[in-house]
C-alpha cells in the first residue's frame, strides 16, 4: 500500500534520515534503528544501501512500489538524468506541492486535504493527489480548507521553507508554480544513483 498506517518515527528511525514529508518528528537521541540490536555498528551491504535509499523517496513520498516503478520507466524514457528526472516527477505531485506551500505540516496531510477536496487547481477542486502539476498551475484552498487550524497553523509555521520553483500569494493564500523542481531542492539528503542502479537490473 501507498499509504503507511505504522509508526512514522520508527521509519526515520530505520532509514537514518528525516523525512519531513513523512513525519515532523525528529529521533533526536535515538539516531540508530530500531530494536534490541539497533545500536549495533552494522555494515551494509551494497543492496542494503541501494535499498534504502529508495525505500527514503517511498516513504517520503508515500508512493507504493508500483507507483515508483511507473514513474522510474517515465523518468528513463526522458532525455535528462532518469534520477534527477525522476526527483522532479515526484515533486510535482500535488500532495508534494501543497506541502511544499505549507498548507499542510506533511505530504500525510496533504492528501488528505486533496482527497477532502478542500484544494483548488487552477480554481477547480481536486481530488486526486498524484495529479502532475505543471509551471504556471495555481494551488490554492478552499474556503472550507482555510479554516482548518491544521492549515492555519502550518501558514502561520510551515513545515519546510517555501522552493523556489513556488510563488506563494498570502492573499489567497495561494502557491503559482513557476518552474520545474531542480533535483537538488529534494528536502533530505538522498542519493538518487543508489535508486537509479536498484531498479536498472531490476526492470
Known amino acids: 500500500m501507498a499509504r503507511h498506517t505504522g509508526p512514522r518515527l520508527k521509519i526515520v528511525r530505520a532509514l537514518g534520515v528525516e523525512l519531513p514529508g513523512l513525519t515532523r518528528k525528529s529521533p533526536g537521541e535515538r539516531n ?21 535509499e529508495k525505500q527514503k523517496l517511498r516513504f517520503n513520498y508515500g508512493v507504493s512500489e508500483k507507483q515508483i516503478r511507473r514513474l522510474f520507466s517515465e523518468a528513463k524514457a526522458d532525455k535528462a538524468p ?6 522532479e516527477l515526484l515533486e510535482r505531485r500535488l500532495d508534494n506541492v501543497v506541502f511544499r506551500a505549507g498548507f499542510a505540516p506533511t505530504i500525510v496531510a496533504a492528501r488528505q486535504l486533496v482527497s477532502h477536496r478542500h484544494v483548488r487547481l487552477n480554481g477547480r477542486p481536486v481530488s486526486i493527489a498524484s495529479i502532475r502539476v505543471r509551471p504556471g498551475d495555481t494551488v490554492s484552498l478552499g474556503e472550507k480548507g482555510r479554516t482548518i487550524p491544521m492549515v492555519r497553523e502550518c501558514l502561520e509555521e510551515p513545515a519546510l521553507t517555501r522552493p523556489e520553483w513556488l510563488s506563494f500569494n498570502e492573499s489567497g493564500p495561494s502557491a503559482t508554480i513557476t518552474r520545474v523542481p531542480d533535483a537538488s531542492e529534494v528536502p533530505f539528503p538522498v542519493e538518487v544513483q543508489h535508486v537509479v542502479e536498484y531498479y536498472a537490473v531490476r526492470m
Open 32 to 52: 540508530y534503528p530500531p530494536g534490541q540490536h539497533g545500536q549495533r555498528q552494522r555494515k551494509k551491504s551494497d543492496f542494503g544501501v541501494k535499498l534504502m
Open 82 to 87: 532518469t534520477g534527477s528526472k525522476l526527483l
